[in-house]
């Protein structure tokens, strides 16, 4: 494992890329933020999808997200469940540039009484209404049911 590791780095010095800058292993440590979000505030049993939403230029809004994905949705339940219906439920602003915490193996805590990570719930009435072409939430909660 180490010499396949030490390969790696090889290659990407050679070809001028450093690799653990663009597939880090969290490198969507914000999608998956997301999706646990949209999971936990899930309104009933129902497969669910945390969609990055554009915050800029000609974006919908979640309501228009989660229709847009419809029939996509529909497919990827397909033979895992039925499906009845889809929309959006929640919305959220992950803030992104927040601080790094020290990694922490031992006690006491390093990072002890220091902000971190930043998420603005919308709720479903604000955040999948939020105005299209307007910045706000930056995922969407969709879930098939």
Known sequence: MEKLLVLSFLIAAVC?????????????YLDEMAESFCTSV????????????????QTPSCDGVCRALA??????????M???GSGCYE?????????RFAVN?????????KLGLKIY????RAGC???????GPNYCCCRVW
Request: with cysteine.
């Open 42 to 57: 899930a309104p009933a049993a129902s497969m669910v999808y945390a969609v990055r939403r554009n915050c800029s230029g």
């Open 105 to 113: 193996h031992d006690h006491p805590q390093p990072d002890a009484m």
């Open 129 to 135: 209404g939020w105005k299209a072409n307007h910045c």
């Open 82 to 84: 039925g499906y009845s």
């Open 71 to 80: 029939g996509t949705m529909r497919e990827d339940v397909k033979g895992n």
């Open 16 to 28: 001028g890329e450093a690799t653990w800058d663009h597939y880090d292993y969290n490198y969507n």
């Open 121 to 124: 719930r919308y709720g479903q």
């Open 91 to 99: 919305a959220i602003h992950i803030y992104k540039q927040r601080p």
